[in-house]
């Protein structure tokens, strides 16, 4: 068996022919420059691509299966290059007495896709575009998915505004069921310890994906996978942990740099330093709860990670980094092939030698977690204010 990294949750901004599909992702997304920035520049061998469920990125798809830039998977997921694309789509779901949430799901092939594409397309107002409203209950959405060997999975589930936990449920139990899901995504606020510290989740796999809007936001957080090699099937092993088939690790944000760690309050634009529901500094009960907040509200246990459950990697991507700019990386990537090459694996002397000692120990510091952190919230990401004294 082998290990693969794996970012399951990346966005198309156009099509090729710029028809918009995500309004909010850059121009630049379209399904062809995404599969190569994996394949080329970021090291990642499976991609999942939500909005595939738009039929002009189908059109497109089809066409290059045509012309032989890509191939589709016997066991399921598009081939380019060593790249496999897992074909997804986000929906966002709404129940009478919820507020709305955003669902994943993987579709084996492109047919199968094609067929979920005409479903939805009757219960939505432009199926053309990404994450619009599904109007049909939670239990039609996983039924259909099922239907067609889908996976589903909850997307970004604490992030305030569009997540079951943010805005639907303090219990997804009572909303639906559980057992039906194949994993829940975590997002960038939230890791490990801090999801298991909600029982309920206890028996689902554990997901970190970039949620990536442009080329340079992919593979801020990934997965490391061991399976035998990257195909939807195996993709389906690893999350039910079939014939040794398992997640490794999950490589994510430290949660600090996240949009939504902390509890903001919208009317002031401050970051809020008291629990209570009212701004500390304004007085206004106006907020943002961050993912901070809302777990410490629907916690029922202190953090009990299951066996299964792999260990929690935080990381700092390049573009994170004060003074690393597009050129820099540029320069880092042609040298080592790959960012997971330089986050993970380039020794300090290596880096220094093709950039400068500095930037050589700020991406070590960023390894061993040992920069200073401004935390984000309120939709603004944390940044890096400081740093420690640098070691020779
Ligand atoms: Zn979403
Ligand atoms: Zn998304």
Redesign the pocket.
Known sequence: MKQIFADL?I?IGRTESNLPV?ITAARDMTFHRIVQEASNRKGISMIGI?DAHSPAVQAEIEAGIMNGTYMEHPYGGILYCNTLCILGV?VECKEAHTGPY?M?AYFPTLAKIKEFTAWIAQHMKNVQL??QRLYQPVSSFIKKVKDLQGLVVP??IFTPFKSLYGSATTSIEDLLDITSLDAVELGLSADTTMADQISELASLPFLTNS?A?SLPKIGREYNKFLLEEANFQELSYVLKQKQGRKILANFGLNPFLGKYYETFCSTCKQQKTSSTIFCSTCGKKKEVTGVKDRIAMIADQPTTSPTFRPPYIHQIPLAFLPKVGPKTITKLIEHFGSEMNILHHASLQEISEITNTQLANLICQARENTLAVQKGGGGTYGKIISLLPIQQ
């Open positions: 949750h966005h995500k939500i986000e955003h994943l990404s994450t997307a970004h949620d809007h």
